[in-house]
T-cell receptor, first 110, second 113 residues
Framework: NAGVTQTPKFQVLKTGQSMTLQCAQDMNHNSMYWYRQDPGMGLRLIYY???????DKGEVPNGYNVSRLNKREFSLRLESAAPSQTSVYFCASGDNYGYTFGSGTRLTVV | GDSVTQMEGPVTLSEEAFLTINCTYTATGYPSLFWYVQYPGEGLQLLLKATKADDKGSNKGFEATYRKETTSFHLEKGSVQVSDSAVYFCALSETGGYNKLIFGAGTRLAVHP
């Protein structure tokens, strides 16, 4: 099925550990996005990529890095996880007609 | 900067009741406006959209009209069902901003039989 695939679905990290969240889309969209969702705060943009080879910071980029590997894939890396990064992370791809979201990664940092 | 404000939830209704979820926005340009829905344990799904003033977006019995004069995009449904229980997010697309979406905080809707 066409869409956005995120892995893993769940992850528990210890403070200071690193990990990469993977995202792939087969919608042929140029733009891809990483958001985090926290209770009462909606979704906040971490990083986005307007096209292959470009990335830009969003509203809350600190503590994260991203890589747009090719048109399909856009990964999010936490170099040294902190409890404040406990959240649900969503990847999306989009165009002028709207976004398609992945099912999310629930990350807990202890 | 651009922002979206939604009514706080949760909203609790009986089946077949009328639903309104208020959404207002602040934007420097002429954004597109969206409503997304999130069912438990899932990602967000586009519910409807409107791209210019006075446009009405509609889908699955839900409607919202782009009101530039009041900077609003309220979501309505005439008769809700238990299956409509979800979190609803209002969002705007920044003008010229590579389709970046700015979301409201979300409104949880619970519909009881």
């Amino acid at each position: 099925n066409a869409g956005v695939t995120q892995t893993p679905k769940f992850q528990v990290l210890k403070t200071g550990q690193s990990m990469t969240l993977q995202c792939a889309q087969d919608m042929n969209h140029n733009s891809m996005y990483w958001y985090r969702q926290d209770p009462g705060m909606g979704l906040r943009l971490i990083y986005y990529s307007a096209s292959e080879g470009t990335t830009d910071k969003g509203e809350v980029p600190n503590g994260y890095n991203v890589s747009r590997l090719n048109k399909r894939e856009f990964s999010l890396r936490l170099e040294s996880a902190a409890p404040s990064q406990t959240s649900v992370y969503f990847c999306a791809s989009g165009d002028n007609y709207g976004y398609t979201f992945g099912s999310g990664t629930r990350l807990t940092v202890v | 900067g651009d922002s979206v404000t939604q009514m706080e939830g949760p909203v609790t209704l009986s089946e077949e009741a009328f639903l309104t979820i208020n959404c207002t926005y602040t934007a420097t340009g002429y954004p597109s406006l969206f409503w997304y829905v999130q069912y438990p344990g899932e990602g967000l799904q586009l519910l409807l959209k409107a791209t210019k003033a006075d446009d009405k977006g509609s889908n699955k019995g839900f409607e919202a009209t782009y009101r530039k004069e009041t900077t609003s995009f309220h979501l309505e449904k005439g008769s809700v069902q238990v299956s409509d229980s979800a979190v609803y997010f209002c969002a705007l697309s920044e003008t010229g901003g590579y389709n970046k979406l700015i979301f409201g905080a979300g409104t949880r809707l619970a519909v009881h039989p």
